[in-house]
């Protein structure tokens, strides 16, 4: 058995589909099963550690994302038998030179240390720029043709989810990824501009990207993000202006499959900006 912590997110349903498409018991963990629309074939379960037994007993694998991981529930998935924990944490964390005061890398670096001192085997998952980050733009794409956003020129190498969510299936089906932080992007740079680009393109009419000033950006434009993060986001973005992004080729090593580009992923997606 396979749990899957937030599995109604963008990348934990992916994955509870494709472990119910080969067949795999999955547990799906989330708040609300009653609206998750997860597959009948996954155990729905809710999230909640006051019952730890409905949540880990069966499983031996685990994927988990660090704002949901603890000391406490680690302990619990360790003693109800959990051996391996599959994080989803952050490209913002590399080898060398890490930036530890920003708050995106304090939360997945605390997450990644929590699970190495837990004594369960972990691999840690560290994609960069999530192509789902364009859905910032889906109200102004739903109401018109210009879109306002920060840094047209920003390059990144954005992942589709469910590349991650092939990634994560590999590692928690297959041995040998024990100990080990695979680094995952997409396959081509692209810019805000160009990406604002593809979306048209995918919807069938012209869209236009009209730059705003980084000090003019709040939370209409970033509605989801946590006012005291703003500032360390924008400062991630600020950073990959006409700069050259990592790309990897991760996600066809441990799949077989390329990764997808943000291209396809403006196709898979064009019900979310209609």
């Known amino acids: 058995m396979i749990a899957v912590i937030g599995a109604t997110g963008n990348v934990g349903r992916a994955l509870v589909h494709r472990l119910v498409a080969a067949d795999r ?55 109800a038998g959990v051996r391996h924990v599959v994080l989803l944490s952050s490209g913002i964390i590399k080898d060398s030179a890490d930036d530890e005061t920003h708050p995106i890398h304090i939360v997945h670096a605390t997450a990644e240390q929590q699970i190495r001192d837990s004594g369960l085997a972990w691999t840690f998952l560290r994609p960069n720029a999530f192509a789902g980050n364009a859905f910032q733009w889906a109200p102004q794409i739903r109401t018109g043709n210009t879109v306002r956003g920060v840094f047209a020129n920003g390059l990144t190498a954005p992942i589709h989810e469910d590349d991650i969510a092939a990634v994560a299936e590999r590692v928690l089906l297959d041995d040998g990824h024990e100990g080990t932080a695979h680094r995952l992007t997409g396959p081509e740079p692209i810019s805000n501009a160009e990406q604002i680009t593809a979306l048209g ?7 236009d990207f009209v730059e ?18 703003l500032a360390g ?36 997606h064009t019900d979310d900006f209609r």
Do not use: C, N
């Open 25 to 79: 018991p999955v547990r799906a963990l989330t708040r609300d099963p009653e609206r998750a629309g997860l597959p009948a074939q996954a155990e729905t379960v809710r999230f909640q550690l006051d019952d730890p037994a409905t949540l880990f007993t069966g499983v031996t694998r685990l994927f988990a994302y660090a704002h949901a991981t603890s000391p406490d529930l680690l302990d619990t998935a360790r003693r």
């Open 201 to 207: 393109r995918a919807l069938g009419r012209p869209l």
């Open 233 to 268: 986001l924008l400062k991630i973005f600020a950073a990959t202006v006409d700069a050259t992004p990592e790309i990897t080729t991760t996600v066809e090593q441990l799949t077989g499959t390329p990764a997808r580009t943000f291209a396809t992923w403006a196709e898979d």
């Open 212 to 229: 705003v000033p980084p000090d003019q950006a709040g939370p209409d434009l970033f509605p989801h993000v946590p006012p005291h993060m």
